[in-house]
């Protein structure tokens, strides 16, 4: 299996522009999960799915940021406009349910700066 | 609420001593708790989980993890530290309770092992 898939894994963009992050769950996995890390606030969960429905979206910052998952194998994070406080690493992770037994696997994050 | 807490930033063990990181969680039903292993500029990678049974649970590269209710605690341990092992090590809770599949994971320990 190739695991979580992100792209793109680097991202350098201007205030006030769009950026949009991309995720592609591992095969068979019905939880998603997108986090950012920073080294001020360290791993946040900003919202997570399970089949394709959000279920707690209270992590995400502002009306700036949203999340949508069409289908099963493709989820984006959508940040509209950006800002320099923006800047971190993005993590999309996976779980194979929505069960509280099972580990999530994580992509290789994408970084992005707002300059 | 679940919680959980790393007391140490940064932990520093010669090659081949035993390895021990902290971590206590705060739940309100049973806890399912988690090690994570964060590599440079890499996403999460399981270590292990605790869910029930045995409470010294073995996990991937040697690490085990002893899971103890009255100390509400789940450390993290590898008989003899490899410079290998240097990473950032994320402790992470999930109340068996929860809604959903939320993990709280805590700030993170950073562990260098030298040679």
């Known amino acids: 299996d190739a695991g979580v898939i992100q792209s793109p894994r680097h991202e350098v963009t201007e205030m006030g522009q769009e950026v949009t992050l991309r995720c592609k769950p591992i095969?068979?996995?019905?939880?998603l999960f997108w986090y950012r890390q920073t080294m001020m606030r360290g791993l946040e969960l900003l919202i997570y799915?399970?089949?394709?429905?959000?279920?707690?979206d209270s992590g995400m910052p502002e009306d700036r940021f949203s999340a949508k998952m069409p289908n099963a194998s493709f989820s984006t994070l959508k940040i509209q406009p950006s800002e320099p406080r923006d800047s971190a690493v993005y993590f999309c992770?996976?779980?194979?349910?929505?069960?509280?037994?099972?580990?999530?696997?994580f992509g290789p994050g994408t970084r992005l700066t707002v300059l | 609420a679940q919680s959980v807490a790393q007391p140490e930033d940064q932990v520093n063990v010669a090659e081949g001593n035993p390895l021990t990181v902290k971590c206590t969680y705060s739940?309100?039903?049973?806890?399912?708790l988690f090690w994570y292993v964060q590599y440079p500029n890499r996403g999460l990678q399981f270590l292990l989980k605790?869910?029930?049974?045995?409470?010294l649970v073995k996990g991937s590269y040697g690490f085990e993890a002893e899971f103890n209710k009255s100390q509400t605690s789940f450390h993290l341990k590898k008989p003899s530290a490899l410079v290998s092992d240097s990473a950032l090590y994320f402790c992470?809770?999930?109340?068996?309770?929860?809604?959903?599949?939320?993990?709280?994971f805590g700030g993170g320990t950073r562990v260098l092992v030298k040679p």
């Open positions: 992770a996976s779980s194979r349910t929505g069960g509280y037994r099972d580990e999530q696997f």
């Open positions: 095969s068979g996995h019905n939880s």
């Open positions: 799915f399970n089949n394709n429905v959000p279920i707690d």
């Open positions: 739940v309100s039903g049973n806890p399912y």
């Open positions: 605790y869910i029930t049974g045995d409470n």
């Open positions: 992470a809770v999930r109340e068996s309770r929860a809604a959903g599949n939320k993990l709280t």
